[in-house]
C-alpha cells in the first residue's frame, strides 16, 4: 500500500507524468522527422524521383527503441497499480459504501455514523488525511462504479460482492466524485463530495457526530 507520504494522487501523478513526457518526446521526434522529409524533398524542378530505398539498420534500432519504450511504461504501470491496489493489515479509519440508484451511504463502523444521500442532495464522504483509509465497497441493485476524478481512482461496485480497497488522502480535498457507469436514468446525478481533514479534525468530526449526537 502506498505510505502515509505517498498518497494515490501522488501515485498516479508520477506514472502520468511518465506517460507525458515519453510521449511528447515521440512527438517532437516525429513532427522533426516529417518536417526534415517535407523541406528535404520536396518537389523541385528538374529533379528525378528519387526509389525507395530500405534501411534496415535504422529500422531495427526503431523497432529496439519502440520495444524498450512499451517495457518501461508497462513495468511502470504494474507497479504503481500493485502499490495502489495492495491492502494494509492496519488502517486507520474503515468506512462502508453502498451504492445504489441513484445514490450513495457512507458508514463509519463502529461510530454509528451513516451520510446518505442522492440527487439534489450528494452526501459527504469525510475521511483523514495522509492516513489509510480502508473502504468496503458493494451495490444495491446494479453495477455502479466509485470515481473520484481528482485522485484518478475508479472501483466498480457489485451486487452481492465486496470489493475492498485501500486509499491515502491528500490534505484540503474538497472535490466532487461521482458514479462512471452508466447504472439508469439518473446516473448523472449519482454525485457525492470528498472532503478530508487533518487526522485531529476528523476525530472532532467522529465524536461530533458519533452515535447518540446525529448523524451528520
Given amino acids: 500500500m ?11 501523478e508520477g506514472l502520468f507524468t511518465l506517460y507525458m513526457v515519453i510521449g ?22 528538374g529533379r528525378r524521383r528519387s526509389e ?38 492496519d488502517p486507520a479509519q474503515n468506512i462502508e459504501v453502498l451504492a445504489f ?18 440527487g439534489a442532495r450528494p452526501p459527504t464522504l469525510v475521511v483523514p488525511a495522509g492516513e489509510t483509509v480502508r473502504f468496503d465497497l458493494t451495490s ?25 480497497f485501500d486509499l ?7 472535490t466532487t466524485a461521482r458514479c462512471a457507469e452508466f447504472c439508469g436514468l439518473d446516473h448523472d446525478q449519482m454525485d457525492f463530495q470528498v472532503v478530508s481533514m487533518s487526522p485531529s479534525d476528523f476525530e472532532r468530526w467522529l465524536r461530533s457526530h458519533e452515535r447518540g449526537q446525529g448523524a451528520p
Fill in 168 to 174: 491515502v488522502f491528500d490534505p484540503g480535498v474538497s
Fill in 52 to 89: 525507395p530505398r530500405g534501411m534496415k539498420p535504422l529500422e531495427a534500432i526503431w523497432v529496439a527503441c519502440v520495444a524498450g519504450l512499451v517495457i518501461v511504461l508497462l513495468v511502470a504501470t504494474f507497479r504503481t497499480e500493485e502499490r495502489v491496489d495492495a491492502v494494509t493489515d
Fill in 2 to 12: 502506498p505510505p502515509a507520504s505517498e498518497t494515490n494522487s501522488q501515485e498516479f
Fill in 101 to 118: 440508484q441513484w445514490g450513495w451511504r457512507f458508514t463509519y463502523p463502529g461510530t454509528g455514523i451513516t451520510t446518505v444521500g442522492s
Fill in 140 to 164: 444495491r441493485d446494479v453495477i455502479h462504479s466509485f470515481w473520484i476524478p481528482e485522485l484518478r481512482f475508479k472501483r466498480d461496485a457489485f451486487p452481492n460482492r465486496t470489493t475492498t
Fill in 24 to 45: 511528447g518526446a515521440i512527438a517532437v521526434l516525429v513532427l522533426t522527422a516529417i518536417a526534415y522529409a517535407v523541406i528535404r524533398y520536396r518537389h523541385r524542378e
